[in-house]
């Protein structure tokens, strides 16, 4: 099994946690899933998330695996292997933190710690059946965490309960103060967008079974925000990460993607940070009106394996409804909800105001608790 880059015990006898092989822990050699740096010295110091948890007398029980230089969405990986989908093995556990989610979906881990730049805790949370949260934008510390440089990325926790992943978000998130749940009959907003029937079916009754009162929307600028997303972390990750090609050191499918992304112009970034703005400024309005807003996490169920390796084009769909809230820094969970005709598990997705995690986090829980009962 490739879950886990290296698997080791470290800290106290709380807790069992995994840590994503993008973030860094003292004695162990950083890799982010990449040949490149295969002979990567030992980290000298703890990502400040990895402090805290440490602080908290919880373990940590290895590094997990990851898409290549966490610039990927299906989670697989040539050189290291690539995660089991615990949920479904033969599909894409999903990425890039799919060895995160899939430690956690398995019961290797209570809890797993990733990153989101474009999804990439919220995609894989979803692949397998799980909890996982892209924090707000800045509010939990990225010290530690790589690349070192990014307006997009964050680091965030998977968890099969939301009591879990509100214990994790307590420890990571100095200032976290959790919050009871939603009065009855609160109002969300429901995204019109683009995905399966029969999953948006299965997400508005998982919705209306919580209690809350929905409505319809749509966000004009929604499309735009999914592009001009992946220019920034084009820009980005050339800039973190170009020096790498064509030196045979990375696989194909991140080789290929990074050289387009050296093709990405200051024009084109100037235009993606314009439509950041305006993306901002609508999410925000849409927030006066509602408590949170909700829409699916992946358009449709994951792909298999085999789809993924033939190119399908369910691939290049995985994201158009996680990325723009990485734009727009507004804190987005994903909860697993039933499909109505049994099966696999999917992502609701709740989206909040910034800096209100709390509140995004209390909604979960009462979604979660409304499914139990």
Same mark, same amino acid.
């Given at each position: 099994m490739s879950t886990f880059i290296s698997e080791f015990l470290l800290g106290g006898n709380g807790k069992r946690v995994a840590i994503k092989d993008s973030i860094d822990i003292? @004695?162990?050699?950083?890799r982010s899933g990449s040949r490149a740096f295969a002979d990567a010295p030992a980290a000298t110091k703890?990502?400040?998330v990895v402090e805290a948890i440490l602080g908290a007398g919880w373990q940590i029980v290895g590094k997990t695996n990851l898409h290549e230089l966490a610039f990927g969405v299906t989670g697989i990986n040539d050189w290291t292997g690539t995660p089991i989908n615990p949920q479904a093995p033969d599909r894409v556990? /999903? @990425?890039s933190s799919s060895g995160s989610a899939s430690a956690v979906a398995a019961g290797l881990a209570d809890i797993a710690i990733g990153t989101d730049? @474009? /999804?990439s805790v919220r995609v894989p949370a979803a692949c397998c059946g799980i909890a996982g949260l892209k924090p707000t934008y800045g509010r939990v510390s990225r010290i530690g965490a790589h690349p070192l440089e990014s307006s997009l990325d964050c680091v965030g926790p998977f968890a099969k309960t939301m009591d879990d992943l509100i214990a994790a978000m307590q420890v990571i998130c100095p200032g976290f103060n959790v919050q009871g749940l939603p009065a009855d009959g609160a109002k969300v907003g429901f995204l019109d967008v683009a995905c399966d029937a029969h999953l948006q079916a299965s997400l508005g009754a998982a919705a209306d079974r919580a209690g809350w009162r929905r409505s319809h929307l749509q966000l004009s600028e929604f499309e735009a925000?999914?592009?001009a997303g992946l220019t920034v972390i084009n820009f980005e990750n050339w800039a973190a990460f170009g020096h790498l090609t064509g030196k045979g050191l990375i696989g194909a499918d991140v080789e290929t993607r990074l050289l387009a992304a050296s093709r990405t112009t200051r024009e084109e970034l100037a235009e993606a940070e314009a439509v950041r703005a305006r993306f901002t400024q609508q999410v925000d309005a849409a927030l006066e009106d509602?408590?949170? !807003?909700? !829409?699916p996490t992946l358009p449709s169920l994951p792909p298999t394996l085999s789809e993924a390796r033939a190119g399908s084009k369910t691939v290049a769909g995985m994201t158009p409804l996680v990325r723009p809230f990485n734009l727009s820094g507004h804190p987005a969970l994903t909860v697993p909800v039933e499909l109505d005709c /049994? /099966? !696999?598990?999917?992502g609701l997705q709740i989206v909040g105001r910034k800096g209100q995690d709390e509140v995004v986090c209390a909604f979960?829980?009462? !979604?979660q608790q409304s499914m139990a009962g």
């Open positions: 003292a @004695g162990y050699p950083t703890n990502a400040e556990p /999903g @990425g730049t @474009g /999804g925000a999914f592009i509602f408590a949170v !807003l909700l !829409l /049994g /099966g !696999l598990k999917v979960g829980a009462q !979604l």
